[in-house]
């Protein structure tokens, strides 16, 4: 018998290769690696390097890269800081700074002024959310954390639908040369010619982004799965009608459950995006509302 490390499928003798991961079979299943625990990428001496590489992460869409402090029964570094994410992130993060020789080196690359204007960015981002209004922070459309299927999702059906129109366009142009139809003149032509092929490569692009991003939709929907099961078994109604004043208004019981809630799943799961652990935990207040109001 043999064991592919990777989906961990079990397959009879004289199967040496997965067909489906296309790697070597091994002769006991590995034991399986907690999603959620941290990866080390890199130490760094100085917490100002760490934080602009833990924003370049996050700027490329890594949701749980974040600082540790060097532990001290680690003999390797005296000091500093460690840049990590959570294992189910650690190979997207690898392809962020493949072309650098470290993540130092990588942050050290973009200009300061680049780092300034992404920490404005998520500054503003931060001040928006602040002022949602109560009645939007309850819908789907108020949170800023997308799901990588989604994400996929979006990048495919941009990228099929560029390529669609600049294979149309070209086939537009075609027409116009060989006189079947009469509808540009040369200038019109070549402006139109670059339009279809900017088209093209932004195909291509989205395609080829969408197609790293499917390596990310079983993995996050693994740990989803995780997440959701702990909401169930602690966030539970009895639990959360003990954080709800009566005496309060709806806004304010909403706040303080809501908070509440947060800092518990945080506390979970350490790594996790803040803004996700948010999503999750206003679909469940609004769970918890709709229960209330059944069994009144």
Request: net charge negative; aromatic share 10%.
């Amino acid at each position: 018998m043999g064991w592919c490390p990777k989906c961990r499928n079990e397959y009879v003798e004289g199967i040496t290769v997965c067909p489906d991961c296309n790697i070597d079979l091994t002769d006991e299943l590995p034991a399986e690696e907690n999603e959620m625990e941290p990866a080390i990428l890199e130490h760094v001496s100085h917490e100002q390097i760490g934080a602009q590489c833990v924003l370049l992460l996050q700027h490329h869409g890594l949701q749980t890269a974040g600082l540790m402090p060097v532990q001290e029964d680690d003999e390797t570094y005296e000091d500093g800081f460690y840049v990590v994410v959570a294992s189910f992130e650690r190979e997207a993060a690898a392809m962020v700074y493949k072309d650098f020789d470290s993540l130092e080196d990588m942050a050290r690359q973009y200009a300061p002024e680049n780092i300034q204007e992404m920490e404005k960015d998520m500054s503003d981002l931060q001040e928006e959310e602040a002022n949602i209004m109560f009645t939007e922070l309850r819908t789907e459309s108020s949170s800023v954390y997308v799901k990588k299927k989604d994400k996929y999702t979006d990048l495919k059906f941009s990228g099929i639908s560029f390529i669609i129109f600049s294979l149309i366009g070209a086939g537009l142009l075609a027409a116009n040369y060989l006189e079947y139809i009469n509808m540009f003149n040369t200038f019109s032509s070549l402006i139109m010619a670059i339009v279809f092929l900017i088209f093209l490569c932004v195909g291509i692009t989205s395609l080829l982004r969408a197609k790293k991003m499917k390596n990310l939709v079983s993995q996050e929907e693994k740990v989803s799965d995780e997440i959701l099961l702990w909401i169930e078994e602690n966030i539970t109604d009895e639990w959360i009608h003990t954080l709800v004043d009566s005496e309060e208004s709806d806004e304010n019981n909403y706040f303080h459950a809501h908070g509440a809630m947060c800092q518990r799943a945080a506390e979970q799961f350490p790594l996790l995006n803040a803004n996700y652990i948010d999503q999750l935990m206003d679909e469940r207040y609004n769970e918890y509302c709709e229960n209330k109001q059944e069994e009144e």
